[in-house]
């Protein structure tokens, strides 16, 4: 059966995951988690990609990324954060093989309505696997990366977390009271059902925009009821 084409879209955020294969550890040590990161933040810069959160666990990584004009730009950057990745786990643990999943999976956020949601789920995602009970307590995401003076070089802030508040002290505070409060399960059951089947993060409103913007049709399924993985 042939792949289902994917929807990237210039200038929007996009929720992006990549899981090990066979679901193995990608991060085995706390190096790993770092030499992941200093390849985004290396990488980010080569090929304009806005970071608005992260979150590294052991076999998958989470990330909310804004491509430029060149929406090509996206799918190199996880190739080359894959690629990068993989020589440097099998050179230091001298093994051979695959890190990765074949195929990343990636979903167009409605950037109003669904932006700091998936912000929200990514960086809650350590809290739902039972890790930690507070997101704050985890090294390896964006949350506690947040700044209250300014962005940070791998961070960036888009309009809608600007809106929160005046300045960055009081954007932080709502932003981790919006945080804390937890994702609702009709929230939490859409961006997951989005993620994996690479659909849009969004309502009837952004589909029909990404229609007139790709000149496609957008398939849009129904949620299914099985659960799927975090």
Known sequence: MPRTGRVVLPNYPHHVVQRGHNRQVVFPQSQDYRYYLDTLHEWKVGYDIKVYAWCLMTNHVHLVLEPPEAVENLGRLMKRLAGRQTRYINRRLGRSGTLWEGRYKSSPIQTDAYLLACCRYAELNPVR????????????????????????????????????????????????????????????????????????????????????????????????????PR
């Open 129 to 228: 696997a039972g890790m930690v009970d507070d997101p704050d307590s985890y090294p390896w995401s964006s949350y506690r990366s947040r700044p209250a003076s300014s962005a940070t070089a791998l961070l960036d802030e888009q309009p809608t977390y600007r809106a929160l508040g005046r300045s960055p002290a009081e954007r932080l505070q709502h932003y981790r009271h919006f945080v804390l409060a937890g994702t609702p399960d009709a929230e939490l059951r859409l961006i997951r059902q989005s993620l994996q089947r690479c659909q849009l993060t969004g309502d009837g409103r952004f589909i029909d925009i990404v229609e007139r913007l790709t000149g496609r049709r957008i398939e849009h399924k129904a949620p299914g009821r099985q659960p799927l």
